[in-house]
């Protein structure tokens, strides 16, 4: 099991606090992401939430780093 998965049936995508983004990348970094993401044991949900909060934080909008 990957760091971070959810080991219930549906995990996030059933959970009422979490929402899907979307969007479009390079296919080389798309497939750079997905390896690192596996090499690290980490799910791209998890990966992408920490970019999201760094991203929003480097922009002057700080996040709740509870969840």
């Known amino acids: 099991m990957i760091k971070g998965q959810d080991s219930m049936a549906g995990g996030k995508r059933d959970d009422p606090?979490?929402?899907?983004?979307?969007?479009?990348?390079p296919k080389d970094l798309a497939l750079k992401f997905k390896i690192a993401c596996t090499?690290?044991?980490?799910?791209?949900?998890?990966?992408?939430?920490?970019?999201?909060?760094?991203?929003?934080?480097?922009?002057?909008?700080?996040?709740d780093q509870g969840k």
Do not use: H, K, M, N
């Open 17 to 25: 606090g979490y929402s899907q983004v979307s969007g479009y990348i």
């Open 39 to 63: 090499s690290s044991e980490v799910t791209q949900s998890d990966a992408l939430e920490q970019a999201v909060r760094a991203w929003l934080e480097l922009q002057g909008f700080p996040t």
